[in-house]
């Protein structure tokens, strides 16, 4: 699995490596604020993909929180479908998706 | 904890009750096809806030997997914040929430 495009630092590279290392992911995303994939090991349709739905869930998941505790914050989400699992964990600068297979 | 409202018959009741049991669980909720929800061990306003907004955030990530894999469905939807940790499985006729607490 390559790392296509990184302008993110030895740092990023290294936490995507140890992450695509576990035989369950298929590829992880770093998204930035403006929503665009910065760094993927997937092809660019399927990051551009999952990167506008997730972020835009992760978006309306921090606001329907905020709107039940104005002090909770969301940490992760996570969407298991019959056939994947895709997280997101947000942050103020990138949003980080990673997909993984699902366990049979 | 006590099951305010139940239109769904013992087979329902009784799943509530053992998700209940957990010492995480803060409450469970079942939302019908238009959004209300039908059951509930939490009280009206959370009921009708968590209802609402985990109800639109499951359709949303349902049709966001469907425009990556058309063959794909949602199975759990699963928002973990600081505070709390909350699951919706969707399903044709009714929506099953669950908060819980988190754990330390």
């Excluded at 490596?17 to 399927?46: A, K, M, Q, Y």
């Excluded at 996570?78 to 993984?100: C, Q």
Aim: glycine share 4%; charged share 20%.
């Amino acid at each position: 699995m390559e790392i296509a495009q990184n302008f993110m630092g030895p740092g990023a590279t290294a936490t995507m490596w140890r992450i695509n290392e576990n035989g369950c992911v298929v590829g992880t995303i770093i998204v930035n604020c403006e929503g665009f994939p910065e760094t993927t090991t997937l092809d660019s349709l399927t990051a551009a993909t999952y990167s506008t739905h997730m972020r835009n869930l992760s978006h309306y998941a921090s606001n329907a929180l905020k709107e039940i505790d104005v002090l909770d914050e969301l940490v992760v989400l996570r969407l298991v479908s019959r056939k994947t699992e895709a997280v997101v964990a947000p942050d103020d600068e990138f949003h980080l998706i990673v997909v993984m297979r699902r366990n049979a």
